[in-house]
């Protein structure tokens, strides 16, 4: 880990209160602000160890915590279990979930699916983020 990085952490750990006999706390040698998830294992082994995990993973959902691990799971980890960041799952977007899956595995690209499906890019984004909370794709 580079000097810039272990600063920042002693710098944020500094700003954020570790909860008492949190296994995070002073230890600024581990990136626990990792820029992809193969960076964030260090931190989530560190995590699976910790006695006030749940509290802490609670914190960073109340509090919405954008960057980071908290309680063991990155910001994209986190955001799945936000409620508010699921989408709607009517019968007609479920049904074009699965038709955008079929042609995302054909290869198709978006523009082509937004143009077969008569709706925006946009919504093709909606879709496919539906059909990977299905594990369709």
Same mark, same amino acid.
Not at 43 to 48: D, E, S, V, W, Y
Not at 56 to 73: F, H, P
Not at 91 to 100: G, L, N, P, Q
């Given at each position: 880990?580079? !000097? =810039?990085? +272990? ?5 944020? $750990? ?10 995070? *706390? ?11 998830? !193969? =960076?964030? +294992? ?5 995590? $699976? ?10 914190? *960073? ?24 960041r699921r989408i709607s799952r009517t019968r007609k977007s479920v049904e074009m979930a699965?038709?955008?899956?079929r042609l995302i595995r054909d290869n198709v690209p978006r523009t082509q699916i937004a ?23």
């Amino acid at each position: 880990m580079t !000097a =810039a990085i +272990e600063e920042l952490n002693e710098l944020l $750990a500094d700003a954020v209160p570790p909860l008492e006999g949190a296994a995070c *706390a002073g230890r600024h040698d581990i990136d626990w602000y990792p820029n992809n998830i !193969a =960076a964030a +294992e260090p931190a989530k082994r560190i995590c $699976a160890t910790c006695p006030v995990r749940q509290q802490c993973l609670d914190y *960073a959902l109340e509090t919405k915590q954008k960057v980071g691990v908290w309680g063991g799971l990155t910001e994209r980890e986190r955001s799945q279990r936000l409620p508010s960041r699921r989408i709607s799952r009517t019968r007609k977007s479920v049904e074009m979930a699965h038709v955008t899956a079929r042609l995302i595995r054909d290869n198709v690209p978006r523009t082509q699916i937004a143009e077969r499906l008569g709706c925006s890019e946009h919504t093709v984004y909606r879709y496919r983020r539906i059909a990977l909370e299905l594990n369709l794709i």
